[in-house]
């Protein structure tokens, strides 16, 4: 008899890749395929379907469905991109609400990292040497360049994988 793998793991293994992916997808195109958001969605009713626990699925759907309309309206208003209104829709169901505030802070934590070393690694192309880092002539339209930020998002839906894997 071959022993068959637990499909809940199996899940959330895949879950985590598909964050990888998305990830590494937004840092070199700025693009995150719907196909990523779409698969770690239809990722979650095998993960609740097969973990022998409680799930609140039900309150996972409305936190992601509420972040899925508010992405939509941030999007509109050109804050953020279509691809990460919907990758954090995608991974606020696994965070659900039990890990919903963790992954908020996370993922705005990495985030902030994030602009910092791109802010940093601006200023050093600026500079004509490192010691003229502060002294470097400003971009003043480096705030408007798009910043990839399914890296803050996969950190912190990371965080939520190694969760629901009781690694963490």
């Known amino acids: 008899m071959i022993p068959l793998p637990d499909i809940s793991l199996v899940a959330v293994l895949g879950f ?40 609140d699925w039900i309150g996972a759907i409305i936190i992601g469905g509420v ?26 169901l696994w965070a659900g609400t039990e890990l919903f505030v963790d992954f908020l802070i996370l993922t705005g934590i990495a985030g902030g990292a994030m602009a910092l070393v791109l802010w940093f690694r601006h200023r050093l192309s600026q500079a004509t040497s490192p010691g003229l880092f502060f002294l470097a002539p400003a971009d003043p339209h480096f705030a408007k360049r798009p910043m990839p930020y399914a890296v803050a998002i996969a950190t912190g839906g990371l965080y939520v994988a190694f969760t629901l894997t009781g690694l963490v």
């Open 16 to 55: 985590a890749g598909l964050l990888v992916a998305a990830a590494i997808s937004d840092t070199r195109f700025l693009i995150i395929p719907n196909r990523y958001c779409l698969a770690i969605a239809l990722l979650y009713p095998a993960h609740i379907l097969s973990t022998g626990s409680d799930v």
């Open 67 to 92: 972040l899925l309309v508010l992405g939509f309206l941030l999007h509109v208003r050109k804050i953020i991109g279509g691809g990460d209104a919907k990758l954090v829709a995608a991974v606020a």
